[in-house]
């Protein structure tokens, strides 16, 4: 059992020792604090009402360092590879530089410069933006010989300037000439889709025109009204453009500059993100005129560390009390997990935390969960390149603890898909025919046969899966038994468990009694299965009010047992199924780049870029299906025996980060 044991504390100060106490305990990282204003207030209503200190300040700066966070990292110089992209951006800080940072940076002034560089860039944006779809549209019209300005209708004349289809040009034409003879039409300029015309007609006809204009797609177009020539306004524009260019890369550069202090400004944030919950854990606290309290959680090992914490704070105003959890409360769950253990502890957190008085899977699933994984992917080349793979980012890439334990854990299974390879013949997937004589004398789970040297089968490769299959469930069978007894329930252990696993063993026995044709043996499995069909069929129904009930539920009970056992068993050749198609991709792949090596000169490169990008597809493949699989069956198949999850995780009150990593702090596990 690695769940750590909880004790309770009730913490009791004087009022002027709030702030050092709340400083105190968040920099020691190790009380997690319930809210006992919200459990007592209806208790004692001498209590003060719920404190809120306005963080509104707070929030501003809070929003202010965000604001600056994302504007230097648009800016940045330097940004991550590829493979440092695909992880969350974390900084590498101390203690002291975190606590030191409001000191150490200048916000304000930066925060001004900052805000500044943001808005030029974006008028000047805003601007190139204009003068880009301006001078575009005016380009259309270079070739006027009129400023823009002077093109506008008179008292008796209507001008409008638009944009009609190439192909209907002519026929406009024409229907305008049809019309009236008040109109002139002038094509101004063409391009692939539209043509660019000036219409002027005479007040009269004003109408009329504009029905036919309508009726043949024609758009009108609203043109800033500018002095010059339209060439000579794009010649304008450009001199401009050329201009906001340079103020541009002059506020780009200085962005640049000022982005090399990212590292700080995402450290003051967080400072100010942990600042603020230093205020809002008080909201928790429950208060009188003079003194407060404070209740929560602690592991036991911690004990002796919390109580020097609060003597140094000061031993005579405040008052701490320590105690074991009552049965009918219901402590944080916070776990003790071995350094080679914690990769799987994430695979166990990933499904949910476990009940204080409940067993820790972690132990239980990791040699199951890396034995099924490499049994899935299977081949020694493909476990080579994934643990090197993961070891060179463990090594070279700034990510969170976390992702460094759960890069671990795939060298943990990498190593065990090695093993699977050399077991089941796969190098990969060379035939096994080519591999050396000390090789195939050692794959004893070689599961395609090879009829030239007359070895292989598919069934031990099976049989194993099953038979852990059946191990771990009956692991499963065993921890829930083992559990009820723990905690007073031994009558359900005995019904439940101690029945399913008779009737599992007595199936083993009675079968190996058979096969091996010894009538004792087969005698005491068969004791073993009637003794345990009847506790079930008597027993399984054991909330039924009437006789009838509970046979008939207890019969129900055990086909469902039975069947149930069974379905989770197939389960199981997953493992096997995922084994051999890993395998067989492998060889195809190899196969189809043989069928390349025709090919004079050029065959030779195609067989490289087949076989490299074949075998990184399929590792890739495999990889989810190997990963994917093998946690299925501890969710579904395994923790269903035994394991209720959804406890409340142990969060102590803390410096927490999104971003950092303290390289002089312990991650919490």
């Known amino acids: 059992m690695t769940v750590a044991r909880m004790k309770k504390v009730d913490i009791y100060a004087h009022g002027s020792l709030r702030h050092r106490l709340i400083e105190a305990l968040h920099d020691q990282g190790k009380l997690h604090v319930d809210n006992l204003h919200e459990r007592i207030s209806d208790e004692c209503p001498g209590l003060l009402e719920e404190e809120v200190l306005d963080n509104r300040e707070l929030t501003v700066q809070i929003s202010k360092a965000a604001f600056l966070d994302k504007f230097m990292d648009e800016h940045a110089t330097e940004k991550p590879g590829f493979i440092q992209s695909l992880f969350k951006e974390k900084f590498e800080v101390t203690s002291e530089e975190y606590y030191s940072v409001q000191e150490s940076l200048d916000f304000e002034v930066l925060y001004k410069q900052c805000e500044s560089l943001d808005a030029g860039l974006f008028r000047v944006r805003e601007r190139l933006k204009h003068i880009g779809d301006l001078g575009k549209e005016l380009e259309h019209w270079r070739a006027m010989t009129l400023p823009l300005k002077e093109v506008t209708s008179t008292r008796a004349t209507w001008i409008v300037l638009g944009k009609v289809p190439v192909r209907k040009v002519d026929d406009l034409r024409h229907a305008l000439d049809e019309a009236t003879p008040l109109v002139h039409l002038s094509e101004i ?49 450009e001199e401009e453009e050329k201009g906001l260019r340079e103020e541009e890369e002059g506020y780009l550069a200085k962005a640049e500059e000022l982005s090399l202090m990212r590292p700080r400004v995402v450290l003051y944030h967080e400072y100010l993100v942990n600042e603020r919950s230093k205020r809002e854990v008080v909201s928790e606290f429950a208060h009188t005129e003079s003194a407060f309290a404070v209740e929560g959680w602690i592991k036991e090992s911690d004990q002796e560390a919390v109580r020097e914490l609060l003597d140094s704070v000061s031993g005579e105003l405040v008052e701490a009390e320590f105690s074991d959890p009552l049965p009918d409360e219901k402590p944080p769950t916070a776990t003790e997990q071995p350094t080679w253990r914690r990769p799987v502890w994430l695979l166990t957190r990933l499904y949910g935390y476990p009940d204080y008085r409940e067993f820790d899977p972690t132990l239980a699933i990791t040699p199951f969960f890396i ?299």
């Open 189 to 237: 300029s063409v391009d692939v889709l539209n043509a660019r015309i000036m219409v002027v007609c005479h007040r009269e006809a004003s109408e009329e025109v504009e029905e036919i204009l309508s009726a043949y797609d024609f758009n009108p177009v609203e043109l800033v009204e500018v002095d010059r020539l339209p060439a000579e306004e794009i010649a304008a524009l």
């Open 371 to 669: 034995l099924f994984f490499g049994m899935c992917l299977g081949d020694f080349g493909y476990g080579v390149a994934l643990c090197l793979i993961c070891w060179q980012l463990r090594k070279r890439l700034v990510v969170s603890p976390k992702v460094k334990e759960f890069l671990k854990l795939l060298i943990y299974v990498g190593i065990a898909t090695s093993v699977f390879g050399i077991l089941g013949g796969s190098y990969f997937g060379i035939e096994f025919e080519s591999l050396p004589g000390f090789l195939q004398k050692i794959a004893v789970l070689l599961p395609i046969e090879s009829e030239e040297l007359s070895v292989g089968s598919p069934y031990p490769f099976l049989l194993l899966a099953l038979a852990l299959g059946v191990f771990q469930l009956m692991v499963g069978y065993v921890m829930e038994l083992v559990d009820n007894v723990r905690n007073g329930r031994v009558m359900d252990a005995i019904y439940d468990q101690v029945s399913m696993l008779g009737l599992v063993i007595g199936l083993g026995v009675l079968v190996v009694g058979k096969v091996l044709e010894i009538g004792a043996i087969t005698w005491i499995g068969l004791v073993f299965v009637v003794v345990s069909v009847l506790l079930t069929i008597a027993t399984g129904g054991r909330e039924s009010e009437s006789i009838f009930g509970r046979v008939a539920n207890g019969v129900f009970a055990l086909y469902s047992n039975i069947t149930g056992f069974f379905g989770d068993t197939l389960s199981y050749v997953r493992l096997f199924a995922l084994g051999m198609a890993t395998m067989l991709v492998a060889m195809v792949v190899n196969e189809i780049g043989k069928q390349l090596l025709g090919i004079p000169v050029l065959g030779y490169v195609l067989l490289a870029m087949i076989v490299v990008g074949g075998h990184t597809f399929n590792l890739g493949i495999s990889f989810i299906g190997a990963f994917v699989h093998p946690l299925r069956l501890q969710y579904v198949e395994f923790f269903s025996k035994f394991y209720d999850n959804g406890a409340k995780p142990y969060d102590p009150f803390r410096i927490f980060s999104k971003k950092l990593i303290f390289k002089d702090r312990e991650y919490l596990f």
